[in-house]
């Protein structure tokens, strides 16, 4: 019977650190772990670079902070942002006792690089496959608990909410088609990002921000969706990300006239890099990656890119870090541009360009992962705790996975142990009503004309023209315009294949379903924030403007489009600055 005490919908790092808090907190508990892929093939498993937590003498909690808030341009919550560092090498030595294999100094302690916006050297990396390596680590410690009843290739369609209360979802089986209650006393939604909203992401398959969509559908508010993340540095064609680790064992970024460009753009006075033995001393390629993406569009406009076989591209070089340190801090760098560019970055520059990676926004949650909405809750890429703000600092995103996955896997528990037993009636009657809908919409449906291939690319395109790394009014409003007509015409929507046993064709029609939401929100929370902060550059308000948006944007499902409204930052010890990095702060 699929009845539990607290539902988890995700496998990726966060569902896993969700669910061993569970185990670990109550033993008693029954946790259901429901995931659309196996739990290994989660986004988690594809990061590179590392996760960031203070550890070295030569840094300091406030200066994580500082950092993490300035990057965030200030729209980071700040009583979040503390507790988050704070906890934050408590969780990863913890990974390391559960068998994480952190890379190591000659000397045997955990060794740092640094990442971009870091002021300091705070990112610990297992080689350059630290997702691969924290991801097997959560699932085998995972695999200890009998509590934890795992429900693979499960995928989640509604939430169900009875008496005022999150008590579970509805999901399709797979391998059967059936559409079944897995019903629970609080929901923990861990599904990670959206990136797939855009035409070209570092992010895999899955990423189509299904869990935002679940939440929104039940009225809960989505925070700060304007803002979105484009890496500096994808591989063109692929979309496939080239780590930051890159940059940050010196690898240096140039035009089409072997110019180091990132020197005529203001990114903050360049990064003074503590290691002695490091190649590059002074490393402004460790700006933040919304600056950096920005300064690709202005040296296309200056005509300093350079043609590639799928558009303009710029180059990342590390030739001058040598083969034994490529193949020792960066092999997978080596090996990714070798396959998927064709070039062996030993000898040649890699093509880059900016490619979308990451959404700060999400869910809206508190600090202990809960949302407005009584018994769920929410932690990952999927919530917007804010920890993130504006603008994500790259290693920041893996450690909120734990502490964050940690805490709303606790409070979940919390929020169970304190309510009735489950009455599965109502639930089943919701299950057999979505069952309809999802048959009706889908599978018995005829004289359908629209495709899912056509609705979902111009979804993506439309994304990219207005609400990519610059915006305007009137490309936000044509992009909103674009996406109001594809809602309807996907509802005209027709699919070939009426099966019941992996209907993948079914599972992508859900997935565009819930990309169509997102993008709506994005657009929307993009054309009512009229400054330019982070990663929401407007070029028709170039400035930040504080007086009136220093507040996060809150996405409420409306009748027809989403209704924006807004809510404070909590600003507690660091009042609103100008943005700079690599310089010490003045407190
Ligand atoms: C290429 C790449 C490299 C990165 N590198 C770094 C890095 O070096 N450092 C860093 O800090 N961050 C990095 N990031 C970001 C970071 O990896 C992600 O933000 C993070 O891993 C997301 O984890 P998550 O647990 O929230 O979601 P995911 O790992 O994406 O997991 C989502 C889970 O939800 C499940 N799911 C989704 N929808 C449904 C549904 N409808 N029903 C059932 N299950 C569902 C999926 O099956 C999956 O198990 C990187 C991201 C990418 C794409």
Request: charged share 25%; aromatic share 8%.
């Amino acid at each position: 019977m699929p009845v539990h005490d607290v539902v988890i919908v995700g496998g990726g790092g966060a569902g896993l650190r969700a669910a061993i808090a569970v185990a670990e907190k109550n033993p008693s508990l029954s946790i259901a772990l429901v995931s659309k892929v196996y739990p290994m093939r989660s986004h988690t498993v594809a990061a590179e670079g590392g996760a960031a937590a203070v550890i070295k003498d030569f840094d300091s909690f406030e200066n994580h902070i500082y950092d993490t808030i300035s990057g965030g341009d200030w729209l980071v919550d700040q009583d979040a942002i503390e507790l988050f560092v704070k906890e934050a090498p408590n969780e990863m030595i913890q990974m390391e006792h559960w068998g994480c294999p952190w890379s190591r100094e000659p000397d045997g302690t955990v060794a740092v690089r640094p990442f971009g916006g870091m002021k300091k050297e705070r990112t610990w990396f297992a080689s350059d496959k630290t997702g691969f390596h924290m991801l097997h680590t959560l699932f085998q410690t995972s695999l200890k608990y009998s509590s934890i009843v795992p429900y693979d290739e499960w995928f989640a369609t509604k939430l169900l909410v009875e008496d005022g209360r999150c008590q579970g979802v509805a999901a399709l089986d797979l391998r059967t088609g059936r559409l079944e209650v897995i019903a629970g006393r609080s929901v923990v939604i861990c599904t990670g990002g959206a990136g797939k909203v855009f035409p070209f992401t570092t992010n895999g398959a899955i990423k189509t921000g299904d869990g935002m969509s679940l939440a929104y559908r039940a009225r809960v508010p989505l925070k700060d969706m304007e803002f979105v993340q484009y890496h500096p540095t994808g591989l063109p064609g692929t979309g496939i990300l080239i780590t930051e680790a890159a940059r940050g064992e010196g690898g240096i970024l140039v035009n089409s006239e072997g110019y180091r460009y990132l020197q005529d753009y203001d990114l903050g006075t360049p990064l003074d890099v503590t290691d002695p033995n490091h190649p590059v001393k002074k490393s402004m390629e460790l700006g933040p990656r919304d600056r950096l993406s920005q300064a690709f569009i202005h040296e296309q406009k200056k005509g300093r890119t350079i043609k590639g076989k799928f558009g303009d591209v710029l180059h990342l070089d590390v030739r001058h870090l040598g083969e034994k340190r490529i193949d020792s801090k960066i092999p997978f760098v080596r090996e990714l541009a070798k396959k998927y560019a064709g070039i062996d970055p030993v000898y040649e520059p890699i093509p880059i360009r900016p490619v979308l990676h990451y959404f700060m926004g999400g869910i809206d949650t508190d600090i202990t992962g809960a949302t407005t909405l009584p018994g769920l809750y929410a932690a990952g890429e999927v919530a917007c705790v804010s920890i993130n703000g504006a603008n994500r600092l790259g290693s920041n995103s893996l450690t909120e996975l734990l502490v964050f996955g940690a805490r709303a896997g606790l409070a979940a528990a919390d929020f169970a142990l304190n309510q009735p037993p489950v009455d599965l009636a109502p639930l089943r009657k919701q299950v057999v009503d979505e069952d309809a809908r999802i048959t009706r919409a889908y599978l018995t449906k005829s004289g359908g004309t629209e495709r899912i291939s056509t609705i979902r690319t111009e979804m993506r395109d439309t994304m990219e023209e207005g609400a990519g790394i610059y915006r305007t009014d009137e490309g936000l409003k044509a992009t909103c315009d674009k996406l109001a007509e594809l809602r309807e015409r996907f509802a005209n929507i027709s699919l070939d294949d009426r099966s019941f046993t992996y209907n993948t064709e079914l599972i992508s029609v859900l997935e565009l379903d819930a990309m169509l939401d997102v993008a709506e929100v994005v657009a929307h929370s993009a054309l009512a924030r009229k400054e330019s902060r982070g990663s929401h550059q407007r070029t028709d308000f170039p400035k930040r403007d504080d007086e009136s948006y220093l507040r996060h944007s809150m996405a409420y499902r409306g009748e027809g489009s989403p209704r924006i409204d807004y809510k404070d930052v909590v600003i507690t010890r660091w009042p609103p600055g100008e943005r700079v990095y690599g310089q010490e702060q003045s407190k």
